[in-house]
């Protein structure tokens, strides 16, 4: 089922450098699309994508966005690492039967439009897995999730949240859902202001133990029916993503 996500922030923006060759409708596994630049930060970027797409092992759908009409390369859109999986875990027990709810940002496409001296214009839709494991105490969660627009590996020009609220069924404990997020909007100071300069950033709201959980590539690993965590290899409780 999808669902829209309407951002009510202007990212306020204004940068003089200079646009870089046409770009076009963005996307890919749990990382994000490309706009235009690189280095060793998306690179680094990349590589932790590619990982986490191999160590979890899910069945992604794929996502696509219209192709739009724009002047210059879309910003770069992304899943930050830290905050890309949602992982309860009673009284931090990192073992399958302590595991609440959980969530997954699995895929991730974008897109953008932009003309002249316009406002750089940003949408893109998410793919979540979310689950409910042994230690969760409700049929219902609501998850939280973050969308920041920054000044390229700078300052976070504007970010808000946004609540997802989740049922699951009888006997249910894993659901996927689409979120299309619209209304990303990045004015130019002008012509020159290219949307490669910026960055659209994604991921949950987690603790900080949990995003040290996934800063570690912690995963479960069931050994002889009894769940230890693992940084080596995984294979999952009830809910995992």
Sequence with gaps: MRRIAHLAFIACAALAWFGAPA??????P????????????Q????????????EWGENQKNLSLPQLRNAGPCPYVKVLYDA???????????????IGFTGEIQNLASACEYKGDQPIHVQARLLLGLG????????????????????????????????????FGPNEDRIQKTEDVMGITIPRNDIKVSGANF????????TPAMA??????????????????????????????
């Design 23 to 28: 770009a076009h409708a963005q996307g890919g």
């Design 30 to 41: 749990g990382g994000g699309g490309r706009g235009g630049g690189g280095g060793d930060q």
């Design 43 to 54: 690179q680094d970027d990349d590589a932790k994508s590619k990982k986490r797409n191999e």
């Design 84 to 98: 890309a999986r949602y992982v309860e875990m009673k009284d931090n027990q990192p073992t399958a039967a302590s």
């Design 132 to 167: 409910r494991g042994p230690a969760a105490t409700s049929n219902q969660k609501t998850y939280r999730y973050w969308v920041a627009v920054t000044d390229r590996n700078r300052a976070v020009l504007a970010k808000q949240y946004f609540d997802l609220p989740v049922v």
């Design 199 to 206: 960055e659209v950033l994604i991921g949950f709201d987690v």
């Design 212 to 241: 040290d959980f996934n800063r570690q590539g912690e995963r479960f690993r069931v050994n002889a029916g009894e769940a230890t965590a693992d940084a080596s290899g995984r294979t999952g409780g009830a809910g995992q993503p």
